[in-house]
């Protein structure tokens, strides 16, 4: 079992209160959800069989816990009351970033995250293209208004002989002709779901994400989303959580779990 400080910043009395509570249950849900308040609770690993926990940061310790490692400009990211903080500096046209290896195909992820600055917040699971290499398949995004589900689909090698042409365009983006688009090989990010969401608000909020070979079901609090995609199915090798326009986050309590089919 694993014991998590709720509220780091009171001291908690010796009648602090213990709930024994179940990974599934909705009432834990909640419970991980009450970040401030000085309580002490219990989450018990439990998972179906066949199941594995990939993953279960807290971010409880001083220093960010191996193996994540930031990429981007330094000393972005850092840990502050017990939770990941990430900031994205006014001149940083891409955003920081954090990763983690992860394994698996079929996943649930869980997380918790706020917004103490308005900015962009993304989070990508990446794995094997159907080309070749590593990319991008599933992206979670959150702005001041709404939630996204988005695919990346398409060769890594477009991905960088765009990027090669929007340089020498100055940094604008090339709009893709018809031909390029009906061709499976050139890269670029589509759409599969939308929900209007006050995700700036200050507030912890929490997400569920669940990927079924081509099926991908988020929550946002209580806000809904399912889609397909057509890149999904396919073995998962890491997760990344990208901060941009200016924002500061703090993110907590990921978890990461393998399905069953």
């Not at 909705?26 to 069989?49: D, G």
């Not at 208004?145 to 990346?152: A, K, R, S």
């Not at 608000?201 to 397909?228: C, P, Q, Y």
Request: aromatic share 6%; charged share 25%.
């Amino acid at each position: 079992m694993c014991l998590k400080r709720v509220n780091n910043s009171q001291r908690i009395p010796s009648e602090a209160l213990l709930v024994n509570c179940n990974y599934n249950s909705s009432a834990c849900s909640y419970l991980r959800r009450i970040k401030r308040h000085s309580v002490l609770f219990l989450l018990p690993p439990a998972v179906s069989a066949g199941e594995r926990i990939l993953l279960d940061e807290s971010f409880s310790g001083e220093a960010i816990p191996k193996p994540w490692k930031p990429s981007g400009r330094k000393n972005s990211f850092s840990i502050i009351d017990s939770a990941l903080r990430g900031v994205a500096a006014a001149d940083d046209g891409h955003g920081p970033t954090i990763g983690v290896p992860i394994e698996g195909r079929d996943l649930t992820l869980e997380f918790d995250f706020k917004f103490t600055k308005p900015g962009y917040f993304l989070c990508l699971i990446d794995g094997d293209s159907q080309f070749a290499g590593q990319a991008h398949l599933l992206r979670f995004a959150a702005t001041k208004t709404q939630v996204q589900l988005m695919q990346d689909r398409g060769d890594p090698v477009s991905k960088k002989k765009q990027k090669a042409e929007r340089d020498r365009n100055g940094g604008k983006r090339i709009p893709a002709t018809r031909a390029q688009l009906a061709d499976p090989t050139f890269y670029r990010i589509e759409r599969l779901a939308t929900h209007a969401a006050t995700a700036a608000d200050g507030k912890w909020h929490h997400v569920i994400i669940e990927l079924r070979g081509n099926r991908v079901t988020a929550k946002f609090d209580a806000t809904k989303m399912s889609a397909a995609g057509t890149v999904l199915d396919e073995k998962k090798s890491r997760l990344v959580f990208l901060v941009g326009q200016t924002g500061d986050i703090r993110i907590d309590n990921v978890k990461l779990r393998t399905l069953v089919k």
